[in-house]
């Protein structure tokens, strides 16, 4: 009887010393360390740091800080009771420099956006924060929030000064006034949102002479040629325009032919965010 044993296992092919084991899946891409991550902190740190490090920021808010103060201390200086300005609203008296010293914050936040364009740096900004509208926001916020500690501060100052020249006539006035403060603020809320139109057409326009065009002529100009038609319902609506808004936010006293300063305040803050909306829509849809 005879005993069959099974044939042994066939090794199989040799695979050699170059063959290749099969690799894992690559795990996905590690976090980025937390020095590296972008967070709105750190976006607002940096337009803080482009705002103060560049040159003509300081010109531009030096200049309205000038204008506002010579011309408070001017017109407090040269006033004599029953005279033609009798009639005018003491903080809009004190403060009629703000006027010049809009435009200064105007090309200020144009500037911050469309001086970008012009050199360049914006792409470096984008190439950072790949999210794009973080840099709006934060340049918007940084804006915001110095002009308005920086011209309230003036508001106050100028005011204290102007008095120092009214305080035996009939534009005597006190900060304890009904009005008084809140006049002051409202004139540099007045300027910070006019600033953040002007930001956001520059953002929105992309040019520097383009924005400040703009600005003159569809904010400042187109108002007082509108207020030349026989309309009713256009004076009305112009009541509403940004410049006549601000105007009505930095009167301790109501102005005749102006809207109350909540309605205003409400007209110029949709302004001013209708703008940077605009901005946002471009800058996330449009190449740089």
């Known amino acids: 009887m005879t005993t069959t044993h099974p044939a042994p296992a066939s090794p199989g092919p040799n695979p050699g010393p170059n063959a290749s084991t099969p690799s894992t899946p690559p795990s996905p891409a590690a976090a ?14 940096s337009e803080w740091h482009k705002l103060r490090s560049l040159r003509s ?11 506002v103060l010579g011309v408070g201390l001017i017109m407090g200086g040269t006033y004599t009771s029953g005279g033609g300005d009798s009639d005018v609203d003491t903080v809009v008296l004190t403060l009629y420099g703000s006027m010049l010293g809009q435009l200064c914050l105007v090309v200020l ?15 470096s ?8 509208l973080p840099v709006l926001w934060a340049k918007a916020a940084v804006f915001a929030t110095t002009v308005f500690t920086v011209m309230f ?3 106050l100052v100028t005011f204290a000064a102007a008095q120092a020249f009214l ?37 929105l326009l992309r040019s520097v002479p383009g924005a400040i065009g703009a600005f003159i002529g569809g904010v400042m100009i187109l108002p007082e040629i ?8 256009v004076e009305r609506a112009i009541r509403y325009f940004p410049t006549q808004a601000a105007g009505a936010l930095g009167s301790a006293t109501p102005i005749p032919g102006t809207i109350s300063p909540g309605p205003a305040l409400l007209a110029l803050s949709l302004w001013a965010g209708t703008t940077l909306a605009a901005a946002a ?4 849809r449009r190449d740089v």
């Open 32 to 45: 980025p360390p937390a020095r590296y991550r972008v967070t709105p902190t750190r976006v607002l740190r």
């Open 57 to 67: 920021s300081w010109i531009t808010v030096v200049s309205a800080i000038v204008m």
């Open 109 to 123: 936040g144009i500037l911050m956006t469309a001086g970008e364009y012009a050199t360049g740096m914006i792409r």
């Open 125 to 132: 900004s984008l190439t950072a924060v790949p999210a794009r």
């Open 153 to 155: 501060a003036t508001a």
């Open 167 to 203: 305080h035996d006539t009939d534009q005597a006035a006190s900060l304890t006034d009904p009005g008084i403060l809140g006049a002051l603020a409202g004139n540099a809320t007045a300027l910070t949102l006019m600033g953040l139109l002007a930001l956001g057409l520059g953002a």
């Open 226 to 233: 509108l207020g030349m038609l026989p309309y009713e319902a």
């Open 281 to 284: 829509l471009t800058l996330d």
